[in-house]
């Protein structure tokens, strides 16, 4: 039985159709299977980075009302008013998830993870029409099958499936691979556009898919079987021409779309603050390590401490740009033969991919960011599936005279797809919570002021509060005028109880950046924790001008208001909220109140309700007291307690209910505790008279 070397694998010379069909089924099922486990421990992963601004914060996305706004106020797509973006078709993603999870992150996982497999299955298709252009004859169904999975289960992708903001990058690709598989699938729709649409959408998710003619191009050269060494000969021009023409339409779709972006970007958007010429600088190395990433994934951070590299003759910037010329070189090379097109097509993909971070026309708020991998990973699958391809059609000789190489050659795929699956499976428990998350930043990033941040946040969030201030300050021996950090190392301090130390850090936090929202919010939540609301109320009001899709700012002042029964600016600001997001249940819970607003039980009832702290179950218990309900004003009393062991206003408050119910022992038991705990708490002494005199005693 004789053996042919046929793509990746090996079948025998007889095999039949249908034994080959069987055995590509086969393969996909391992692969869809093999993809499933690999995923399987990401559904349950948190929001992380710009997801709180994005997706928590953000009160656009909780209703499906909003959509029509996506595409016409980019403010709608963060409540953080230097990252909102253009990006409607995004934003109306997101809104569909928060819909069907009421803003759970299982439900954006799920869709990022379908998006995925659709993504995986139109590679695949992809894939069999590109290596056909150049092998007609070959197995380029498995070859494809085979290149689709490994990249589907490549451990870089990872960090973009788990990080939810990364579906910028995740949708926007897939939209670009769906628009050029419908231009090489179907030429007879190009003549009506139909591939523009999904291009158009791509670009309404992310600015950097308006390359997404280049793609285009770079197929049509493929396709047509025109060189790179041709394209400037005179007697191909009119090919080139022809080419160029063909391209026009995306260019001028993606061309005005891009142009509306920059248009309905706000004044405040601001998306890095870095030198144009230091982060252009930086690029060509950074192109080294997403190649270097490809081949060896072990490095991966979700946020890596490299610094902007200031100087022209930086060793790095030559090793960069002498990589980025060979691998242009080997483009070139590959292009002069038909059978090694795919090569340099996946080569220019790549190029093309890390074009848009790469450029500095808008740099980045970082220098390098291993999601920015995912876009041109597609192009080096290609390259690096065809050239094993080739590579194994060429000594099929030797294949055929050796079942050991043969086997050890599966053995060695078979390895690799089960290392990049493992490597997946270990990634997203990195990205199942902050606190491992940051904490796999602190090793592999030391030096990155934000991780140490975000990872002292994960630890004040379990309650070791001196161990992230510790974070803290060494995050700002980094970073002196980072705000953010300036604010949580404000509120670790005041957990801690040194409320001047915090104070000087909130107008430090003012100082750093008076353009961010946070820095008044979180200093308005300070100040109203210390009863000085005169003081925070302006505070509220200026980040809520900043960033009017914040909604915790929106809350904390609804219910400042409420506090204050300031009926007539609760009802102001509750209206506002509603016109963001009329399905929110916060806001609508304080319209009640406002309605309500005659009945002080009532209102305090549902104010204990939507703030159930301490105090608010005092104020109940109080309301119930003037309204003769003994028994809820003990209960309310009690559930103070729950909260606050040491209240001597609850014990009190219970101690003269129950002597209005004219239950003796239980009044004296409750004045007697609230004494035990302040022997001068001279109201609790009064009523415990009063408990006492019940009998006659003094």
Same mark, same amino acid.
């Not at 089924?25 to 690999?38: C, F, K, Q």
């Not at 023409?245 to 005005?256: D, Q």
């Not at 030096?447 to 140490?452: C, D, E, Q, S």
């Not at 379990?462 to 060494?474: M, T, Y």
């Given at each position: 039985?004789?053996?042919?070397?046929?793509?990746?694998?090996?079948?025998?010379?007889?095999?039949?159709?249908?034994?080959?069909?069987?055995?590509?089924?086969?393969?996909?099922?391992?692969? &869809?299977?093999?993809?499933?486990?690999?995923?399987?421990?990401?559904?349950?992963?948190?929001?992380?980075?710009?997801?709180?601004?994005?997706?928590?914060?953000?009160?656009?996305?909780?209703?499906?009302?909003?959509?029509?706004?996506?595409?016409?106020?980019?403010?709608?797509?963060?409540?953080?008013?230097?990252?909102?973006?253009?990006?409607?078709?995004?934003?109306?993603?997101?809104?569909?998830?928060?819909?069907?999870?009421?803003?759970?992150?299982?439900?954006?996982?799920?869709?990022?993870?379908?998006?995925?497999?659709?993504?995986?299955?139109?590679?695949?298709?992809?894939?069999?029409?590109?290596?056909?252009?150049?092998?007609?004859?070959?197995?380029?169904? *498995?070859?494809?099958?085979?290149?689709?999975?490994?990249?589907?289960?490549?451990?870089?992708?990872?960090?973009?499936?788990?990080?939810?903001?990364?579906?910028?990058?995740?949708?926007? *690709?897939?939209?670009?691979?769906?628009?050029?598989?419908?231009?090489?699938?179907?030429?007879?729709?190009?003549?009506?556009?139909?591939?523009?649409?999904?291009?158009?959408?791509?670009?309404?998710?992310?600015?950097?898919?308006?390359?997404?003619?280049?793609?285009?191009?770079?197929?049509?050269?493929?396709?047509?079987?025109?060189?790179? &060494?041709?394209?400037?000969?005179?007697?191909?021009?009119?090919?080139?021409?022809?080419?160029?023409?063909?391209?026009? +339409?995306?260019?001028?779709? #993606?061309?005005?779309?891009?142009?509306?972006?920059?248009?309905?970007? +706000?004044?405040?958007?601001?998306?890095?603050?870095?030198?144009?010429?230091?982060?252009?600088?930086?690029?060509?190395?950074?192109?080294?390590?997403?190649?270097?990433?490809?081949?060896?994934?072990?490095?991966?951070?979700?946020?890596?401490?490299?610094? +902007?590299?200031?100087?022209?003759?930086?060793?790095?910037?030559?090793?960069?740009?002498?990589?980025?010329?060979?691998?242009?070189?080997?483009?070139?090379?590959?292009?002069?033969?038909?059978?090694?097109?795919?090569?340099?097509?996946?080569?220019?993909?790549?190029?093309?991919?890390?074009?848009?971070?790469?450029?500095?026309?808008?740099?980045?708020?970082?220098?390098?960011?291993?999601?920015?991998?995912?876009?041109?990973?597609?192009?080096? &699958?290609?390259?690096?599936?065809?050239?094993?391809?080739?590579?194994?059609?060429?000594?099929?000789?030797?294949?055929?005279?050796?079942?050991?190489?043969?086997?050890?050659?599966?053995?060695?795929?078979?390895?690799?797809?089960?290392?990049?699956?493992?490597?997946?499976?270990?990634?997203?428990?990195?990205?199942?919570?902050?606190?491992? =998350?940051?904490?796999?930043?602190?090793?592999?990033?030391?030096?990155?002021?934000?991780?140490?941040?975000?990872?002292?946040?994960?630890?004040?969030?379990?309650?070791?509060?001196?161990?992230?201030?510790?974070?803290?300050?060494?995050?700002?021996?980094?970073?002196?005028?980072?705000?953010?950090?300036?604010?949580?190392?404000?509120?670790?301090?005041?957990?801690?109880?040194?409320?001047?130390?915090?104070?000087?850090?909130?107008?430090?936090?003012?100082?750093?950046?008076?353009?961010?929202?946070?820095?008044?919010?979180?200093?308005?939540?300070?100040?109203?924790?210390?009863?000085?609301?005169?003081?925070?109320?302006?505070?509220?009001?200026?980040?809520?001008?900043?960033?009017?899709?914040?909604?915790?700012?929106?809350?904390?002042?609804?219910?400042?208001?409420?506090?204050?029964?300031?009926?007539?600016?609760?009802?102001?600001?509750?209206?506002?909220?509603?016109? =963001?997001?009329?399905?929110?249940? &916060?806001?609508?819970?304080?319209?009640?109140?406002?309605?309500?607003?005659?009945?002080?039980?009532?209102?305090?009832?549902?104010?204990?309700?939507?703030?159930?702290?301490?105090?608010?179950?005092?104020?109940?218990?109080?309301?119930?007291?003037?309204?003769?309900?003994?028994?809820? #004003?003990?209960?309310?009393?009690?559930?103070?307690?729950?909260?606050? +062991? *040491?209240?001597?206003?609850?014990?009190?408050?219970?101690?003269?209910?129950?002597?209005?119910?004219?239950?003796?022992?239980?009044?004296?038991?409750?004045?007697?505790?609230?004494?035990?705990?302040?022997?001068?708490?001279?109201?609790?002494?009064?009523?415990?008279?009063?408990?006492?005199? =019940?009998?006659?005693?003094?």
């Amino acid at each position: 039985m004789a053996f042919k070397v046929e793509g990746f694998i090996v079948s025998t010379g007889d095999s039949t159709v249908r034994q080959k069909k069987t055995f590509f089924w086969l393969l996909a099922a391992v692969l &869809t299977a093999g993809i499933a486990i690999a995923y399987s421990n990401h559904f349950e992963n948190g929001f992380h980075f710009d997801d709180s601004h994005v997706i928590e914060q953000n009160l656009n996305i909780r209703s499906l009302g909003n959509i029509p706004r996506f595409f016409t106020d980019a403010t709608t797509f963060s409540a953080l008013p230097a990252n909102q973006s253009y990006r409607p078709f995004l934003a109306t993603l997101f809104a569909l998830a928060y819909h069907a999870g009421g803003g759970s992150p299982v439900w954006f996982h799920i869709f990022a993870f379908c998006l995925f497999v659709v993504l995986g299955t139109l590679l695949f298709f992809l894939f069999r029409k590109i290596f056909a252009l150049a092998d007609p004859d070959g197995d380029n169904d *498995t070859v494809a099958l085979l290149a689709a999975g490994f990249y589907t289960l490549h451990t870089a992708n990872a960090e973009t499936v788990n990080y939810v903001s990364a579906g910028s990058d995740l949708l926007s *690709t897939l939209l670009m691979v769906a628009a050029l598989f419908t231009y090489a699938a179907r030429p007879a729709w190009r003549k009506f556009g139909l591939y523009l649409l999904p291009a158009a959408l791509a670009v309404l998710t992310k600015e950097v898919s308006v390359v997404f003619p280049l793609f285009l191009l770079a197929y049509i050269l493929l396709e047509q079987k025109l060189p790179l &060494t041709d394209l400037f000969k005179a007697d191909k021009k009119g090919e080139l021409d022809r080419s160029i023409l063909m391209v026009l +339409p995306s260019v001028l779709v #993606c061309g005005g779309l891009i142009g509306l972006s920059s248009r309905m970007l +706000p004044g405040t958007y601001t998306p890095s603050t870095l030198s144009r010429v230091s982060y252009v600088l930086t690029q060509p190395f950074a192109i080294v390590h997403y190649f270097n990433s490809f081949f060896l994934p072990l490095n991966l951070s979700a946020d890596a401490d490299w610094t +902007p590299i200031t100087r022209v003759f930086d060793d790095r910037v030559m090793v960069g740009v002498v990589f980025i010329v060979v691998m242009a070189a080997l483009a070139v090379w590959a292009s002069r033969k038909d059978r090694t097109m795919p090569i340099a097509f996946g080569i220019i993909w790549f190029l093309i991919g890390v074009l848009p971070p790469s450029c500095g026309v808008v740099p980045l708020a970082e220098v390098i960011n291993d999601h920015r991998m995912f876009l041109p990973f597609i192009g080096l &699958t290609i390259a690096a599936s065809w050239v094993i391809t080739l590579a194994a059609q060429k000594r099929e000789g030797i294949w055929r005279r050796s079942p050991a190489l043969r086997a050890g050659f599966v053995v060695l795929i078979f390895a690799l797809f089960c290392g990049h699956a493992y490597g997946t499976f270990q990634r997203n428990k990195v990205w199942k919570s902050e606190e491992t =998350l940051w904490y796999d930043v602190t090793l592999k990033s030391p030096n990155n002021a934000r991780g140490l941040m975000n990872y002292g946040l994960a630890l004040m969030s379990k309650g070791d509060v001196r161990e992230a201030l510790g974070c803290f300050e060494r995050g700002l021996a980094l970073s002196p005028d980072y705000v953010y950090l300036h604010i949580n190392t404000a509120i670790a301090q005041n957990a801690l109880r040194q409320v001047a130390a915090a104070e000087g850090h909130f107008r430090k936090a003012l100082k750093c950046d008076p353009q961010y929202f946070g820095c008044y919010f979180y200093y308005a939540r300070f100040l109203h924790e210390h009863n000085r609301s005169e003081e925070a109320l302006p505070l509220l009001a200026k980040a809520v001008e900043l960033s009017p899709g914040f909604s915790e700012a929106r809350y904390l002042l609804m219910r400042m208001y409420a506090q204050q029964r300031d009926w007539r600016a609760l009802e102001a600001a509750v209206d506002q909220t509603l016109k =963001l997001s009329f399905e929110d249940p &916060t806001a609508r819970a304080y319209r009640e109140v406002v309605l309500n607003s005659a009945d002080p039980v009532r209102v305090q009832e549902l104010v204990t309700k939507l703030d159930p702290t301490p105090d608010n179950y005092i104020w109940l218990s109080l309301a119930y007291y003037g309204n003769n309900q003994f028994d809820k #004003c003990i209960e309310a009393s009690r559930q103070a307690l729950k909260m606050r +062991p *040491t209240s001597v206003q609850a014990y009190n408050n219970i101690c003269i209910a129950y002597v209005r119910l004219g239950k003796r022992n239980s009044a004296i038991e409750a004045c007697e505790s609230a004494l035990a705990i302040d022997p001068h708490f001279e109201l609790a002494r009064n009523n415990l008279g009063l408990a006492r005199a =019940l009998n006659g005693e003094q």
